[in-house]
Every structure is written in C-alpha cells, then in structure tokens.
C-alpha cells in the first residue's frame, strides 16, 4: 500500500496529512517532502486521520521532525488513530510528541 502525503504550507505553518501506510518502503517519500519544508517550518502539523499504520523508519522520520522543530518552532500530531496511537504508546513517543 502506497502513502498518501497532502502538503500544505502557509508561510511558516506546514500541515502534511498523511495516509495510507509509514513503512520502510514508503519512508523515501516522506523524508524528501521533510527535507523541503523543514528549513522554513515554525509550525509543524501531522494531521494522521487517514494513517493506518507506522513502523520503525516512519517513527524515525516522526523523531527527526521533532529535533528539528525542537530548534526552531513547534510540532504536533492531530487525529491520530487508534492503532498509530498503540505505536506511539508502546514506544514512549507519547512521553514527548504534542497529540491532539
């Protein structure tokens, strides 16, 4: 299954909706939209309504996108459902990512 990335910026506030599947395979496609909108990013939005699922590498680019904005704004992660949120639970992502 593919990923689907809708991208919006608006200045320095950048929402990236994403569905489908974050996996090893479709990793690649996230980190290049990363590596684009992360130098001029204040605002950091997830919106994970329509994800279904988050391995390893996906929780990797998720960490790397906070680093960042750790440095140089804010970042959350908005409907996020419940087997993402079992992800983020078990590996302690909760104890430091803002979930709405």
């Known amino acids: 299954m593919a990923l689907d990335i809708q991208k919006t910026v608006d200045g320095g506030n950048v929402t990236l909706a994403l569905g489908g599947r974050l996996d090893t395979a479709t990793s690649p496609e996230l980190e290049a939209v990363l590596d684009e909108v992360l130098p001029g990013a204040t605002d950091l939005v997830f919106d994970l309504e329509k994800l279904e699922f988050i ?5 990797r680019l ?21 087997a993402v949120m079992e992800i983020f639970d078990i590996t302690g992502f909760m104890d430091f990512l803002v979930i709405e």
């Open 62 to 82: 998720i960490l790397r996108a906070q680093k960042t904005m750790n440095t140089q704004g804010s970042m959350r992660l908005t409907h996020v459902c419940d």
């Open 55 to 59: 391995s390893s590498s996906g929780l």
